[in-house]
């Protein structure tokens, strides 16, 4: 009982502050100090969809998909370190992977930014570099706690019984950490989904995301609904992704008690 009631908390936490977001994004005119608006529409929409709104989704797609293929089998990687590594080994890829976490993502793209326009580096392909680095540690720790929850004798008994090491891996280990595998992957693909100061300042204005088209937005003054229709397009797909995930995980609970 007292957990439904935390819970209930943290959501009304959270949600409070989007009640006013989504009442601007049907609305044409909403002035102090009336409670209500004075007008409904699509004004804000429209402005959305003629900016670009459609494009843009696209790109953070494109973006949150190569962040989370690159950072997602690294953070394995790290992550069966983390997970079953013993000794210094296990101590430094925790520290390593801490270091980005550490960095102000800021001062970091500052820094790059010079570093890559003097190497002639692709704006695209620095910014998503930098993305996958950045969600790296969160893969690497969610995957590390997967390996650390799961029997390594699963993965001895299949070389006993004559695996080579890859397949060992591939068919006995990795099938027990397929939750872990898909958070993680989840969580890398909102952190090229979501970002905006490394997608900016590396993509050098080209790469312009759903994060970057808000931003750009909400700088202005007296377009409230064109901003809170973007932050609704910039936030209603994780949340219908984590949805999924949630209802895929005890979907496959259930399955495997029954």
Known sequence: MRARAYAALALAWFAVPVVPMLIWAGADRWTAPALLPQELGVRGWQAAWDAGVLAAGARSLLLGAAVAAIATPLGA?????????????RALVAVV??????????????GLDVLLLRLQVPGLVATIAVLA??????????????????????E???????ARPRTARRRATLPAL?????????????VGWSDYV????????????LPVLLGSAASGTGNEPTVAALAVATAVPPVLLLGAVVLLARRRTRSAVA
């Open 77 to 89: 990687t790290a992550g069966r370190v983390l997970g079953w590594g013993r000794g210094w080994s």
């Open 97 to 110: 992977m801490l270091l980005p976490v550490l960095l102000p993502p800021f001062a970091v793209s500052i």
């Open 133 to 154: 680095t950045f969600a790296l540690p969160y893969c690497a720790f969610t995957i590390g706690a997967g390996y650390a929850a799961t029997d390594r004798t699963v």
């Open 156 to 162: 001895d008994q299949a070389r006993a019984l004559g």
């Open 178 to 190: 397929r939750r872990p595998l898909l958070v993680a992957a989840v969580l890398a693909f909102l």
């Open 198 to 209: 490394v997608t900016l300042l590396l993509g050098g204005g080209q790469l312009v995301t």
